[in-house]
């Protein structure tokens, strides 16, 4: 069973950065595709990043694009989201999750493993 554990989250002030990194034991994350997940209070978990393990793609929610970048460390089998330009309105729990009958992408309920979540917050 794969267990993912998710850190890097905090506090920051508008228009900062976060570097969040999700760590995976008991499996190989380069074998899986990878997503990352948010939720704010009162709100559904919504999808931020994927990358897509068989054709090496990346997909961002619209209200990301430009600003977050998903990589891999395959020797530190951990997967990166880099945040640029952090918002108010990115505040949220931010999840890793493992994508085995891959493509899901957004769509949460496809996906087999998740982390326990970092939290993300954005205020001045």
């Known amino acids: 069973q794969v267990q993912l554990v998710e850190s890097g989250g905090g506090l920051v002030q508008p228009g900062g950065s976060l570097r969040l990194s999700c760590t995976a034991s008991?499996?190989?994350?380069?074998?899986?595709?990878i997503g990352w997940f948010r939720q704010a209070p009162g709100k559904e978990r919504e999808g931020v990043s994927y990358?897509?393990?068989?054709?090496?793609?990346?997909h961002y929610a619209d209200s990301v694009k430009g600003r977050f970048t998903i990589s891999r460390d395959n020797a530190k089998n951990t997967v990166f989201l880099q945040m640029n330009n952090l918002k108010p309105e990115d505040t949220a729990v931010y999840y890793c999750?493992?994508?085995?009958?891959?493509?899901?992408?957004?769509?949460?309920?496809?996906?087999?493993?998740w982390g326990q979540g970092t939290q993300v917050t954005v205020s001045s």
């Open positions: 990358f897509h393990s068989e054709d090496g793609k990346t």
């Open positions: 999750a493992v994508d085995i009958a891959a493509p899901h992408i957004f769509e949460p309920l496809g996906y087999d493993y």
């Open positions: 008991g499996g190989t994350l380069a074998y899986y595709s």
